[in-house]
C-alpha cells in the first residue's frame, strides 16, 4: 500500500511539474513576443540583462536550497518535526538576511548600471525599472522560499507547482491586458510583481495549517553552515545561466542580448520539459536514500536514466531542426536586428542537451548529499564557461558564449557519469557511453535525413507548423527504430510498471 501511495505522488508530481513548464513556456513565449512588438529589441535587452543583473544576489545563498532539501529528507521521513522546526527556523533566517542585503545590492544596481551600459534610455527610466524587478525576487528570499523548499522535500511538489501555474496564468493575462491598454513597460512588470505576491501568502497559510513547525525551537546552524558545501554547485548553475547574457551585456550590445534571450527561450523550454520531469521523482529518489534503498536506486536507475536520455535526444533533435525556423517567425516584421542565427541555434541546443543528459548522474549525487564531493568540478566548469566566453566574445559575439556553454556543459556532463562510476551506485561507465552513443546516432541520421527531405522556405506559420510535423514524425520514427533494436527489453519492463498485468 506504502508503495503504490508512493508511486501515486510521484506520478502526481510528475504530472504537475511537467505542467508547471509548459505553462511557463507558453508564456515565457507570448510575453517576450509581446514586449520586443511593443517596445523594441532594446527594451526587450534591457529587461532580461537586468533580470540577469539581479539574480547575481543567488550567489550569496552558496547553494543553500540544495543543501536544505537533502537535509530534510531524513527529518520528514522520520516526522522529527522539532529537527524539521530547527532547520525550518535556521533557513528562514538566512533568507530574511539575504533579503535585507538584495535590497542594498538593487540601490548600487539601480545606479551603476545605468552609468556603466550602454544605451538610448534615460537614467530614471534604467533605475526605476531596476527596483521594479527587484520586487519579486525580494518578495522570495523574505517570505517564500523556505516554505517552498520545505514543501518540496515533503513531497508536495504538485502543490507548489499548482500556486505557480496560477500566478503565471493571472501574470500572462495581465500583461496581454496592459500593453494593450496601457502600453508601459514599468506598469507591465509592476502588474507582474504585485501578482507573484500570491505564492508568498499561499505556502504561509498552508504550512500554518498542515504543518507542526516549532517556533521558538533552537535554529539548526549545522543544515545552513553545510552551505558551502553547495556553494560550487550553485556558482557553477548561476554562470550556466546567466553568464552569457551578462557578458553579451557588457562586450556586446541590448541588441545581441535580445537575440541570445529569444533563442535561449526555446532551449530553455526544452531543458525546463526534461527537469520538470525529474523534480516530481527526485524527493521519492531523496526519501529512498535516507532509508538507505541503495537496491531499489540501482534498479530504478537504468530506467532513470532511459526515459530521460532518450526524451532528452528527442526533443532536442527536433528543437534542433525547427529552432531558427521558429525564431524567424517569432520574430517577424521585427528588422531592428538579425535574428537568423542557425550556428548560434545549433551551438545552444547541443549546450542545453548535455545539461539535461547529466540530470540522473547529477540528481543521485544531490540526493545523496555529495555537495562537497563534487564541488570542485563545478568550479572547473564555471571557469571554463567564463574563460572561453572571455576570449571568443570579442570576436565571435553570441558564438562565443555559445561555445563557453557547450565546452563547459560536455566537461562536467563527463566527470558526472565518471563519478558515478566510482561512489553511491559504483555503475560501469560503459553502459553510459552505450546508451549515449546510440541516441546521439539517431540525431545526426535525423540532421541528415532532414537537410536532404525537407526544406523550410517560406517564413510563414503555416509552413513552418508543416515543417515541424514533417521533422517530428523523422525524428520519432528514427528513435522507435533505435529503441526496437538496442532496448527492447528495458521499454517492455518500463511499460510493465506502468500498466502492470492483470495476472
Request: hydrophobic fraction near 50%; proline fraction near 2%.
Amino acid at each position: 500500500m506504502n508503495n503504490k501511495k508512493t508511486k501515486n505522488i510521484t506520478l502526481i508530481n510528475t504530472i504537475f511539474s511537467l505542467l508547471l513548464q509548459i505553462v511557463t513556456i507558453i508564456s515565457g513565449f507570448i510575453i517576450p513576443r509581446l514586449i520586443l512588438k511593443t517596445f523594441g529589441s532594446d527594451v526587450n535587452g534591457l529587461v532580461s540583462s537586468l533580470n540577469q543583473f539581479l539574480s547575481y544576489i543567488s550567489l550569496i545563498e552558496g547553494g543553500l536550497t540544495g543543501v536544505v532539501l537533502a537535509s530534510l529528507y531524513k527529518p520528514l521521513e522520520e516526522k522529527n518535526y522539532n529537527k524539521v522546526s530547527g532547520i525550518v527556523k535556521a533557513t528562514n533566517k538566512f533568507f530574511k538576511k539575504l533579503a535585507i542585503i538584495f535590497l542594498v545590492y538593487t540601490l548600487f544596481l539601480s545606479i551603476i548600471y545605468p552609468i556603466v551600459v550602454t544605451s538610448s534610455f534615460s537614467f530614471e527610466f534604467i533605475c526605476s525599472l531596476t527596483w521594479i524587478l527587484s520586487i519579486n525576487l525580494f518578495m522570495q528570499y523574505f517570505f517564500s522560499l523556505t516554505w517552498r523548499i520545505l514543501l518540496q522535500a515533503d513531497k508536495k511538489v504538485a502543490l507548489v507547482s499548482i500556486v505557480q501555474i496560477i500566478c503565471i496564468i493571472l501574470n500572462t493575462i495581465s500583461v496581454v491586458i496592459l500593453i494593450n491598454i496601457f502600453p508601459d513597460i514599468h506598469v507591465v512588470k509592476l502588474a507582474t510583481a504585485i501578482i507573484y505576491l500570491i505564492q508568498p501568502i499561499t505556502f504561509n497559510i498552508y504550512i500554518e495549517k498542515h504543518f507542526d513547525i516549532t517556533k521558538n525551537v533552537k535554529p539548526d546552524k549545522e543544515a545552513i553552515s553545510q552551505r558551502w558545501n553547495g556553494f560550487g554547485i550553485n556558482t557553477a548553475a548561476f554562470i550556466h545561466n546567466n553568464t552569457d547574457i551578462i557578458l553579451l551585456t557588457i562586450l556586446t550590445n541590448l541588441k545581441d542580448v535580445s537575440i541570445y534571450s529569444i533563442y535561449y527561450l526555446v532551449v530553455n523550454g526544452l531543458k525546463s520539459l526534461i527537469t520538470s520531469i525529474s523534480a516530481g521523482i527526485v524527493p521519492t529518489l531523496g526519501h529512498s536514500l535516507a532509508r538507505d534503498d541503495k537496491e531499489t536506486i540501482n534498479k530504478f536507475f537504468n530506467k532513470y536514466e532511459f526515459i530521460i536520455l532518450l526524451i532528452t535526444f528527442i526533443f532536442f533533435t527536433i528543437g534542433g531542426l525547427l529552432i531558427t525556423p521558429f525564431v524567424q517567425i517569432y520574430t517577424y516584421g521585427i528588422n531592428d536586428t538579425n535574428y537568423y542565427q542557425p550556428i548560434f541555434g545549433w551551438l545552444m541546443i547541443i549546450a542545453e542537451m548535455l545539461y539535461c543528459i547529466r540530470e540522473p548522474y547529477l540528481q543521485v549525487a544531490y540526493s545523496s548529499n555529495k555537495f562537497k564531493e563534487i564541488s570542485k568540478y563545478a568550479y572547473i566548469e564555471a571557469g571554463l564557461n567564463i574563460a572561453i566566453s572571455l576570449l571568443l566574445v570579442p570576436k565571435f559575439g553570441i558564438i562565443g558564449v555559445a561555445v563557453g556553454t557547450l565546452v563547459a556543459m560536455a566537461y562536467r556532463t563527463g566527470f558526472h557519469i565518471w563519478y558515478l562510476k566510482n561512489n553511491i551506485l559504483n555503475r560501469k561507465i560503459k553502459h553510459s557511453i552505450k546508451i549515449i552513443s546510440i541516441f546521439a546516432m539517431g540525431l545526426i541520421i535525423s540532421v541528415i535525413l532532414s537537410n536532404i527531405l525537407f526544406k523550410f522556405i517560406d517564413v510563414n506559420v503555416i509552413s513552418w507548423i508543416v515543417y515541424a510535423i514533417k521533422n517530428s514524425i523523422l525524428v520519432l520514427l528514427i528513435y522507435f527504430i533505435i529503441i526496437i533494436i538496442f532496448y527492447k527489453d528495458i521499454v517492455k519492463e518500463i511499460i510493465n510498471k506502468i500498466i502492470p498485468s492483470r495476472h
